[in-house]
């Protein structure tokens, strides 16, 4: 064999060799898409996604003993009122919650946010008929017509709140709403913010989806914010509690809708039937 021919050998079986060990171009990952309604993509046109960002790995801690539900950490958390009327960042007036058709009225009016027109977590201008502590998450349990078909799979509690197809079994559940060393309790009154569909967050392990309010997640009654001390635009961790788990505070004293004010009034009328006469012969 000729130098050449064998030098031509030697170099194909070395290419040969090297395409052994050759590591294969990683193929190229086409993004995850996330779906949104027609109502999510227009709230969220032309927005700028440059939201308070967090790692999705912090956002649930585990339940401490004798905690059902885990913290939903780092959630952007915004102001609302009972009574707000439509913004730029709120397309949707506040007369009427999700569950309530007369929010306001029954609420006994504006529940006005100037901190100027408050004092002890509640407007200087009347006394509210609720829990003036209340709090709105993007879900709700009603359809049209009874309750959405996932309600009874995805709402923990769904069975043992159940008062049939008229009644919300999310409506006045008590939320720990926490920022920095303060924690204040509040009952669950209405749906938003933009959304109210979205149970993989509220009940499961998702992040808020983007909108106008930097991806807010959580809604607060100017009350909550007093207490915690909050900015109109804010980051708090919440989770849910049971009733069992709420202390004395603030939020137990107002409210004909308030579990602790019905509580009480049951205490109160079961005290006084044990303290009436039995009816029996007066013995002298």
């Known amino acids: 064999m000729k130098p050449g021919r064998i030098t031509h050998a030697i170099a194909l079986l070395l290419s040969s060799i090297s395409s052994l060990f050759a590591h294969p171009a990683p193929s190229k990952t086409e993004p995850a898409k996330t779906k949104f309604n027609k109502k999510s993509d227009k709230l969220s046109e032309g927005l700028s996604l440059d939201p308070i960002s967090f790692s999705p790995r912090n956002f649930l801690a585990p339940p401490e003993p004798g905690q059902r539900y885990p913290w939903k950490k780092s959630i952007v958390t915004t102001v609302f009122w009972i009574g707000e009327q439509p913004s730029g960042n709120n397309p949707v007036p506040n007369r009427a919650s999700s569950w309530d058709k007369n929010w306001t009225k029954n609420y006994g009016g504006f529940d006005d946010p100037n901190p100027a027109h408050r004092s002890n977590y509640v ?57 920095g060393n303060r924690t204040v309790y509040a009952q669950w009154e209405d749906a938003g913010p933009f959304r109210t569909d979205h149970w993989q967050y509220v009940f499961g392990n998702e992040r808020p989806k983007p909108n106008l309010n930097k991806g807010a997640g959580l809604d607060v009654s100017p009350a909550v914010r007093d207490y915690l001390g909050m900015n109109p635009t804010d980051v708090t961790d919440w989770r849910f509690v049971e009733f069992s788990e709420v202390p004395r505070g603030p939020w137990s004293t107002l409210g004909e809708n308030n579990t602790f004010v019905i509580s009480d009034r049951k205490k109160g009328a079961a005290l006084a039937e044990a303290a009436k006469p039995s009816g029996g012969p007066i013995v002298r």
């Open 123 to 179: 407007p200087v201008k009347f006394t509210p008929r609720q829990n003036p502590f209340y709090c709105a998450l993007p879900y709700s349990d009603k359809a049209t017509t009874g309750h959405r078909p996932e309600a009874p799979r995805v709402v923990p509690w769904f069975k043992e709140a159940y008062q049939g197809p008229a009644v919300s079994t999310c409506k006045g559940r008590w939320v720990a709403i926490r920022k």
